[in-house]
């Protein structure tokens, strides 16, 4: 393990994983379930989760996809109740141009793909937030929807989570894994940031 990746282990506290697996878990409930999510950099943050976790012995891969999926798929559920329930008003609460096109194109995407939608849906920035309560709102079957969830929470959450922690094993990746987590994330952000000022202008 690298210089900095020593130095770093032995500043964390003992509460450290848990606060891991809590942050991560937040973070990828909050931008699966509420609209307030759409930025959030979630394909990054789960490869860079593996990174980490593969380059830490007090972190347990097990424990880490668990709450990954959990999240993910609790997210959607709330997602799609809270669309049953409050219908298209909720949707448009935030009655802004931009929105209004994330909206319309998660709109067409689920009446194109319909269960296929929330599954696919899962990699794809924004249009993951929104496909559940547009699901909802239209009255999806809701065991429909519960397995399309299921599948996508497993084959997005669990299934990027993986591919960073086994990436991270390789030896000259697991050495430089805060960086390459630290760039993943960063490059999200600034993308999601680049894409906001370019709607703003349409």
Not at 150 to 168: N, P, R
Not at 186 to 195: E, F, L, M, R
Request: overall charge positive; cysteine-free; proline content about 4%.
């Amino acid at each position: 393990m690298s210089n900095f990746a020593a130095s770093f282990d032995t500043q964390l506290s003992p509460v450290a994983p848990f606060l891991f697996y809590l942050v991560i878990g937040i973070i990828i409930f909050i931008e699966t379930g509420l609209l307030i999510g759409f930025f959030l950099p979630g394909d990054s943050l789960l490869f860079s989760a593996g990174l980490v976790a593969a380059a830490r012995d007090d972190l347990n891969i097990v424990i880490l996809i668990s709450v990954i999926f959990l999240a993910a798929f609790i997210g959607d559920q709330v997602g799609y109740v809270i669309g049953r329930k409050l219908g298209r008003p909720y949707l448009e609460r935030r009655n802004t141009p931009r929105m209004m096109r994330m909206l319309a194109r998660s709109e067409k995407f689920y009446a194109r793909y319909g269960w296929w939608s929330v599954v696919i849906a899962r990699y794809i920035p924004w249009v993951r937030t929104f496909v559940p309560p547009i699901a909802g709102t239209v009255k999806m079957n809701y065991y429909k929807f519960l397995s399309a969830n299921a599948l996508g929470a497993l084959l997005w959450g669990v299934g990027i989570t993986l591919a960073g922690f086994y990436s991270g094993s390789i030896e000259w990746v697991k050495d430089i894994s805060y960086f390459l987590a630290a760039f993943f994330i960063t490059g999200s952000i600034i993308s999601a940031i680049i894409n906001y000022r370019r709607d703003r202008r349409v």
